[in-house]
């Protein structure tokens, strides 16, 4: 049995979905997985431990996947972007920051309707399976809510390449604009997999989970987004969240409102369990500690806010 200890800001509700994403990363990559909580009386942090089954480290493991994995965009069999005024659209060529995104059919497809900027993406590197993230693209009817945070110009998959692989200027020396998860893995791998969480880089763009990269233009007084600023997070949360929420949803306290509860579980638990004590769906069988948290507006986008604990 092999396990990893990490801290964990739980008023960061990014990092708790990252916890999940932990699990089930290494469910899908090495075996069944479990994990759970520590805390100690009165500390604003908790640790998270993850364990799996032979000797491998199982945090490092999942980061290296996601250093090395290919972006793949998805789309079902023969589908095309729609027309727009009668005309086939363009492709769109990628921007500075950006990079391109190759896109591959999908036969079966989790929504209805495709949208062209959430399209569900695979993962791949090597010989592991890949791995499929389409929460953003979930149509409700399929069982799971929808939950997609980020709008604009952005897709799912330039977020994931951006969050894993960096993003580089064009031309036939590119040059880095923003790091990724492989940087940060090939600056410090030790320290990547020690305090996966908070190492943090400059980003422009993201899935929205790591509460340090939200902002309101009420709060900055600006827009970022409109002066093309980066904030600093970390692309391990907004990766690891995004994967967390492809089975999980929060526990809505306030639909209309957008206020959601998230419930920290002690001891280990394995994956199929963890989703549900995360949902608060296991009540007093364990020990628990539950916070709050609020969606916020971001010019278009939708950003997680620091939560609150329910004492």
Not at 17 to 45: D, N, Q, R, S, V
Request: glycine share 10%.
């Amino acid at each position: 049995m092999a396990d990893r200890t990490i801290p964990v800001d739980p008023f960061n509700p990014g990092q708790v979905f990252a916890c999940l994403g932990l699990m089930e990363a290494a469910e899908a990559l090495i075996g069944p997985a479990e994990g759970g909580f520590t805390w100690k009386t009165g500390a604003t942090t908790v640790d998270f431990t993850l364990s799996t089954q032979g000797d491998a480290d199982p945090v490092a493991e999942v980061l290296d996947f996601l250093a090395a994995a290919e972006v793949v965009e998805l789309a079902p069999n023969g589908w095309e972007p729609p027309k727009k005024d009668g005309k086939a659209e363009k492709k769109r060529d990628a921007k500075d920051g950006e990079s391109a995104v190759r896109r591959e059919d999908c036969p079966t497809f989790p929504g209805a309707v495709p949208e062209k900027m959430a399209l569900p993406i695979l993962l791949r590197r090597g010989n592991h399976p890949p791995v499929m993230l389409c929460h953003w693209a979930e149509d409700e009817k399929a069982g799971l809510p929808p939950f997609k945070l980020y709008s604009g110009n952005r897709t799912g998959a330039s977020i994931a390449r951006a969050m894993t692989a960096g993003t580089w200027t064009k031309g036939k020396t590119p040059k880095i604009v923003t790091r990724g998860i492989a940087q940060l893995h090939e600056a410090d791998r030790d320290g990547l997999c020690r305090d996966p969480f908070n190492v943090l880089c400059p980003m422009k763009g993201s899935f929205n989970f790591d509460t340090r990269g939200a902002w309101t233009a009420l709060d900055a007084g600006y827009s970022p987004n409109d002066q093309g600023d980066a904030v600093l997070a970390s692309p391990v949360v907004e990766m690891l969240a995004a994967w967390g929420v492809e089975a999980f949803r929060p526990a809505a306290v306030d639909q209309g409102h957008h206020v959601y509860r998230l419930t920290l579980w002690t001891g280990s638990l394995p994956t199929p369990l963890a989703r549900a004590a995360l949902g608060g769906a296991l009540g007093d069988l364990i020990d628990t500690r539950t916070y709050r948290f609020s969606l916020a507006m971001a010019g278009k986008n939708k950003v997680v806010t620091a939560a609150t604990e329910d004492l």
